[in-house]
């Protein structure tokens, strides 16, 4: 499938994914402004304040009621136990497999940037990293990128002839500049601006 047939698409229901530090929440963001849909984020939706690990019977409502409420959406974010719920009703999924150095990568200079702003990662959570959480923890998302990278290629790419979701039209991007040129001819297709 070439970039422009990609970008001749009506799919209202969208989930991008990818190992952590691909870009998921950035992409999903920009594509959802140039369609003009609801973004919903995965991990906003999973954790609570100061960062309360939610039991599956108190996360899965959320999300469905998150994903049902609304006709249309782009969600971002993995979460493989959730696919019944998320999957269900979805038309297309992105994702975005970059190579290793490059996620990683980007992984590090979030991690980073995080670190020294202090900055919110969801609203009124208190949720924020620090040099110690994201490099020095068990729970170090960096770590969490290393070891997730692998098996989280080997799922998507089982994905992609399993019978049980032949509804679901997969997009798979192997580079920035592969979805950078998607998200600008999507942009031209819908009559928007985009700026890399």
């Known amino acids: 499938m070439t970039i422009s047939q990609q970008t001749d698409f009506s799919y209202r229901r969208i989930n991008v994914v ?34 309360y ?12 009621q998150e994903l049902t409420c609304r006709n249309s959406w782009v969600l971002d974010g993995n979460y493989a136990r959730t696919t019944p719920i ?15 150095i490059r996620t990683l990568y980007q992984a590090l200079k979030r991690a980073l940037k995080r670190a020294i702003t202090q900055e919110e990662i969801w609203p009124d959570t208190g949720n924020k990293e620090s040099f110690k959480k994201s490099f020095f923890s068990r729970d170090s998302i960096i770590l969490w990128t290393i070891t997730t990278y692998g098996s989280t290629r ?15 039209r997969f997009i ?3 580079s920035i500049s592969e979805s950078h040129t998607f998200l600008k001819h999507v942009s031209i297709a819908f009559g928007r601006t985009y700026e890399q």
Do not use: M
């Open 172 to 174: 798979r991007f192997r």
């Open 154 to 168: 080997k799922k998507y790419n089982q994905c992609l002839t399993d019978p049980r979701y032949s509804h679901i």
């Open 18 to 51: 990818g190992t952590s530090g691909s870009g998921k929440t950035t992409f999903g963001q920009r594509l959802a402004a140039i369609l003009n849909l609801d973004f919903i984020q995965i991990d906003q939706i999973f954790w609570g304040p100061d960062w």
């Open 86 to 100: 998320k999957w269900e009703n979805v038309e297309a999924v992105i994702w975005l497999d970059y190579s290793f």
């Open 53 to 64: 690990l939610p039991t599956d019977a108190e996360f899965f409502p959320k999300l469905k």
